[in-house]
């Protein structure tokens, strides 16, 4: 079989990007065993609640959705398992310091394959207020409206 080349993006969590002002990311491996692969191999999995929780120098991935393997026997997995993530110590280190500020907490923002490997890119995060999500909505929707007025201008000088 060849070697898988590249990033196969299989699940993004945008709401983490909504409630949370992204400080800092991470890429991790995940531990996993050979159900839990195939079943993201095809392309299913939700990180919607998942979070990263530090104890005693190990990092564990929760609340992460894998499907069960459809075609797996007795040997699959339990959907919502906690799943170790590795890092390297310093990067440990730091997240479990910077973690212990008020308000900030490690969430998982996309779980794809790299190279053939599963990876999951994770982020110190510090909640939004409300007000704040606020302001980001409006930001992005300035920024879409701009865009059309620029791109309305182009095709009249097009024209």
Not at 26 to 39: C, D, F, H, N, Q
Not at 69 to 90: C, E, F, M
Request: no cysteine; hydrophobic share 35%.
């Amino acid at each position: 079989m060849a070697k898988e080349k590249g990033r196969k993006l299989i699940a993004q969590n945008k709401k983490a990007r909504h409630d949370y002002q992204i400080l800092d990311t991470y890429e991790a491996g995940l531990v996993l065993t050979g159900t839990e692969v195939k079943s993201l191999r095809q392309g299913r999995a939700s990180l919607v609640d998942g979070f990263v929780q530090l104890d005693g120098h190990e990092a564990w991935l929760h609340n992460v959705h894998v499907p069960e393997y459809s075609q797996g026997t007795w040997t699959n997995h339990s959907a919502r398992r906690k799943r170790k993530l590795l890092l390297h110590r310093l990067e440990i280190d730091k997240l479990e310091a910077k973690s212990q500020e008020t308000g900030h907490t490690i969430v998982p923002l996309a779980l794809y394959f790299k190279d053939g490997r599963a990876k999951i890119e994770i982020a110190l995060a510090r909640g939004k207020k409300e007000y704040d999500k606020r302001q980001t909505l409006r930001e992005k929707q300035d920024r879409r409206e701009a865009e059309k007025v620029i791109s309305a201008v182009r095709r009249k000088q097009r024209a």
